[in-house]
């Protein structure tokens, strides 16, 4: 059992929770059952499992068990992330997830997050995105991890379920294209509304910055064509929280697609 706070362990693991170490390092520490259970059956390679509980679930005491990593209430309080522990930190060695894992269907749903800010977003709309079956989610030039703690914390583990890939906006728009996929940019400017805007094909709806939206990034250009559509508001206010749009746009065309 690991009981020193002192442990040259549990030093790490505390280092690991700078996401930039953790990134250096190529790891990914998730926090929860639930959450460990997704990145299980995902494929991610576990690296051990460190637990003041009891009560562990069949799935990793008899798979894992040679991983399994008693700890102190203190240590877990020290190793957890935020101010409540869940019972259990595991750590993982971070997936190589790019476009080459990605295999779209003909008829597939891309949602596109652009320039994203803020981690807990990021989780919320993988969470959504796994509800409404959306085929994959590209994160361009994201400021946000997807392996972040919030965001594994907001997806509840759907991070590990939606397949994805971190790119360029140019890298990202050449994908689509070459896919044969339609583009569809969220903004509030536009003219065509979402309840008239064909979604039945195979289309990418993307969603820009919590802050700035896309102001001039996902224009139509040489290589690539990209329609702008808008979210009616009939309030005051004109927008929609980032991963509350990405929920709206994946519905309306999970809907088209019934």
């Known amino acids: 059992m690991l009981s020193s706070l002192n442990n040259p362990n549990v030093k790490r693991l505390v280092r690991m929770r700078d996401n930039r170490a953790r990134r250096k390092a190529g790891k990914v520490i998730v926090d929860g059952w639930r959450e460990t259970l997704q990145a299980l059956n995902a494929g991610l390679n576990l690296q051990g499992v460190y637990t003041n509980e009891d009560e562990i679930p069949d799935e990793v005491q008899s798979r894992f068990s040679d991983r399994l990593v008693p700890v102190t209430d203190a240590v877990m309080d020290k190793i957890t992330y935020g101010q409540s522990s869940r019972g259990v930190v595991a750590e993982f060695d971070e997936p190589a997830w790019g476009l ?62 939606v397949p994805s890939a971190a790119i360029s906006e140019h890298g990202a728009r050449r994908f689509l294209a070459q896919h044969g996929y339609n583009a569809f940019a969220a903004r509030v400017e536009s003219s065509t509304e979402l309840w008239s805007t064909d979604l039945s094909g195979p289309v990418a709806l993307i969603i820009g910055n919590e802050a700035k939206g896309l102001g001039q990034r996902w224009q139509t250009d040489a290589t690539s064509a990209v329609q702008g559509i808008r979210i009616p508001m009939h309030g005051a206010i004109d927008s929609l929280n980032a ?14 697609r019934v």
Do not use: H
């Open 243 to 256: 991963s509350v749009s990405a929920s709206v746009l994946a519905y309306e065309a999970r809907r088209q």
């Open 100 to 161: 080459e894992q990605l295999s779209l269907p003909s008829n597939g749903l891309v949602l596109v997050l652009d320039q994203f800010e803020k981690p807990g977003n990021v989780g919320a709309v993988f969470r959504c995105a796994d509800a409404a079956g959306v085929d994959a989610i590209l994160l361009t030039d994201s400021l946000a991890d997807r392996f972040n703690p919030n965001a594994i914390r907001s997806s509840l583990g759907a991070v590990f379920q």
